[in-house]
């Protein structure tokens, strides 16, 4: 799978004018080719945006800059981010299988749950509870209210592979369990 190709959009200018760059940000979606990204630079994390975009089929990955800036990277579904491109990406829903970055077919959930009656830090701590007795290689679904900022970082410190993303209003999250561990030897 060839990496993606990013158009850059810079709205910091607007956002310290004072302006609102959302027009201009989905013109330049509106003209993306099916296998481009965007690369969105802008002054705050912008999260409304994830949902807006996630409806129109874009998954993102963010990083923040210095000064408190942010780079965001929105891409097609499916596809992975250049710069994460193995580690994670959003992928299928949380109910079937999917592939990762190197078209390499995910098995179907071995366990699901919804956490999304429960309180933070509860769902994380659930979720890393339950693929603790899960086999390398197995895959959990899970479904949150929210996306799980801290949770994402530890399943990689952790060795596991993640895809996920919003549907409606439900983020689901899948992870292959010890899979990061396997691509690291």
């Given at each position: 799978?060839?990496p993606?190709?990013y158009?850059?959009?810079?709205?910091?200018p607007?956002l310290?004018?004072?302006?609102?760059?959302?027009?201009?940000i989905?013109e330049?979606?509106?003209?993306?080719?099916?296998?481009k990204?965007?690369r969105?630079?802008?002054?705050?994390?912008?999260?409304?945006l994830?949902?807006?975009?996630?409806?129109?089929?874009?998954?993102?990955?963010?990083?923040p800059?210095?000064d408190?800036?942010?780079?965001?990277?929105?891409y097609?579904?499916?596809?992975a981010?250049?710069?994460?491109?193995?580690?994670?990406?959003?992928?299928?829903?949380?109910?079937g299988?999917?592939?990762?970055?190197?078209?390499?077919?995910?098995?179907?959930?071995?366990?699901?749950?919804?956490?999304?009656?429960?309180?933070p830090?509860?769902?994380?701590?659930?979720?890393?509870?339950?693929i603790?007795?899960?086999?390398?290689?197995?895959?959990?679904?899970?479904?949150?209210?929210?996306?799980?900022?801290?949770?994402?970082?530890?399943?990689?410190?952790?060795?596991?592979?993640?895809?996920?993303?919003?549907?409606?209003d439900?983020y689901?999250?899948?992870?292959?369990?010890?899979?990061?561990?396997?691509?690291?030897?």
């Amino acid at each position: 799978m060839k990496p993606i190709e990013y158009v850059e959009l810079d709205v910091r200018p607007i956002l310290r004018a004072g302006g609102e760059p959302f027009e201009k940000i989905m013109e330049a979606v509106a003209t993306l080719a099916p296998d481009k990204g965007l690369r969105l630079l802008a002054t705050f994390k912008p999260t409304p945006l994830f949902h807006v975009l996630g409806s129109k089929g874009y998954a993102h990955s963010e990083k923040p800059l210095a000064d408190g800036d942010w780079e965001i990277e929105f891409y097609p579904n499916g596809a992975a981010p250049a710069a994460q491109a193995g580690a994670q990406g959003a992928g299928a829903g949380a109910g079937g299988a999917s592939a990762d970055a190197a078209g390499q077919a995910w098995p179907e959930p071995a366990q699901s749950m919804d956490v999304r009656e429960l309180d933070p830090p509860e769902p994380m701590v659930n979720i890393l509870a339950t693929i603790e007795g899960m086999a390398d290689g197995q895959v959990l679904a899970a479904l949150l209210n929210r996306e799980p900022l801290f949770l994402l970082p530890e399943l990689a410190k952790r060795g596991h592979q993640w895809r996920g993303g919003f549907e409606a209003d439900t983020y689901k999250l899948l992870v292959r369990v010890g899979a990061g561990r396997e691509e690291a030897a």
